[in-house]
């Protein structure tokens, strides 16, 4: 793969283009970089004061919140930034969907002014999510990682690292709808609400349209959708995500204001924006139901399934913060089961039993490593994570074995241009390395 630098000059360098993700990546940081940017008459967002975007509209005589900072001291932070801008009373908060790091400083903002708290209703009834164990040490956001490792969080700079998400500003919505949109008007500015499921299932978009301003929550970032999250979630349904994008091309909306990144300016930027996302999570949905019906198996999927030349050169649909791959995995996990259709996988081996087993094959734990060590000489990285781990599951205290594949996530992590992936190859490395 050619790499193709900031100003388009397509460079041959070998060594250059194996950390050729990683730099993109780096170079992705700047979308972060903190802000105050006027949208329109009246519309303000910050950008890169906390983990996630805040929107300041004014209104006749007082201001109306969308979505309110990961904490109490980012809200501070921002409401300094916001300065006379933001006038008292705070007249509306409005949460475009549930997130920590969209819904902690609330308290702030509201401050003494007893504001109105919008949100879907599905916010209020939706259980928390269920997660996974860290037993591999692993973090997506990359929140233990020093910072020389760490480049940022993929649609954030530092997710948890500086200011935790800790939720303490959270304030209750009192003002819910149900359904798929309700209509409203908050110190003299008319919005409507629509229920637009994608990155959670309560997501709202805020369409003001005398101002052409379309707020899409987490619907739209500028990277690849996490569709199936490394975190440990439910696939989120590409196929609601892709409705919800059709519900919102259609406004034709000037400006695009997501709830990370810098907004989009321009009727034609928007809607080439919102389609290509569109268009992104379309093709990979078609091309694994196209797959799974040909009677592919998920490890041959995700070697098939891959975005057209012209969808992956997109500014939205790089994979900074979700993959294709994992959303080929995800979409068959949900839609076909955990099953793969190869008769050995009804009732595998014990991972201790196939261990003790490929061991013999080697030639015992210190052979297995010795492949291992030649495979990182041979830059196979991925493989020599999967010897070492032969070793691992039967001894997890072996330094040796714990040494190479800490070397092997390192390498396969600073090859990644997936900042959730590289966060979590290098937090498990340093996992494995401190014990
Ligand atoms: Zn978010």
Do not use: C
């Not at 910050?46 to 979505?67: K, P, R």
């Not at 999570?281 to 196209?290: E, G, H, M, N, P």
């Not at 094959?361 to 990182?376: C, S, Y």
């Amino acid at each position: 793969m050619a790499f193709i630098s900031s100003a388009g000059v397509s460079t041959p360098d070998a060594a250059h283009d194996e950390f050729a993700g990683r730099e993109q990546l780096r170079a992705s940081s700047a979308e972060f970089r903190k802000d105050v940017i006027e949208v329109t008459d009246g519309v303000f967002v910050a950008v890169g004061y906390s983990a996630s975007n805040v929107t300041l509209i004014q209104g006749e005589g007082g201001s109306i919140i969308v979505d309110t900072a990961a904490n109490p001291v980012d809200a501070a932070a921002i409401i300094e930034a916001f300065g006379d801008r933001m006038v008292r009373p705070v007249r509306a908060i409005v949460y475009t969907h549930n997130h920590p790091d969209h819904s902690g400083g609330a308290s702030v903002f509201a401050g003494n002014d007893s504001p109105e708290i919008h949100s879907h209703q599905i916010l209020v009834d939706s259980a928390a999510e269920f997660g996974r164990g860290q037993r591999d040490g692993g973090d997506a956001f990359g929140t233990t990682l020093p910072d020389e490792l760490f480049i940022n969080a993929g649609t954030q700079l530092e997710y948890g690292r500086v200011t935790p998400h800790t939720r303490e500003g959270f304030l209750p919505p009192n003002r819910t709808f149900n359904g798929e949109e309700e209509t409203i008007e908050i110190a003299g500015v008319g919005m409507q609400f629509i229920h637009t499921p994608g990155e959670s299932a309560e997501n709202i978009a805020v369409w003001i349209p005398r101002k052409g301003v379309l707020l899409p929550g987490d619907d739209f970032y500028k990277s690849y959708p996490n569709l199936s999250p490394l975190r440990g979630l439910r696939l989120r349904s590409p196929e609601k995500w892709i409705a919800s994008l059709e519900k919102m091309i259609p406004l034709n909306a000037q400006y695009l204001v997501q709830g990370h990144m810098r907004p989009i300016l321009g009727e034609d930027s928007v809607r080439q924006a919102l389609t290509l996302y569109r268009d992104g999570i379309k093709s990979v949905l078609d091309q694994t139901f196209a797959g799974i019906k040909r009677g592919m198996r998920p490890d041959e999927l995700v070697q098939e399934v891959k975005l057209s030349p012209e969808l992956a050169q997109s500014p939205y649909l790089q994979e900074y913060y979700g993959s294709v791959a994992w959303t080929v995995r995800g979409i068959y996990a949900d839609y076909v089961g955990w099953f793969d259709g190869n008769a050995t996988n009804i009732f595998p081996l014990p991972p201790v039993e196939r261990a003790r087993k490929m061991l013999d094959l080697a030639g015992g734990a210190d052979e297995m490593l010795a492949r291992a060590r030649e495979a990182i000489e041979a830059r196979e990285f991925q493989w020599a994570a999967e010897l070492a781990d032969h070793v691992l599951v039967v001894d997890t205290d072996n330094l040796d074995a714990k040494g190479l594949k800490a070397k092997a996530l390192t390498e396969l992590g600073e090859r990644q241009v997936n900042a959730t992936a590289r966060n979590y190859y290098l937090t498990s490395a340093q996992f494995l390395l401190k014990g």
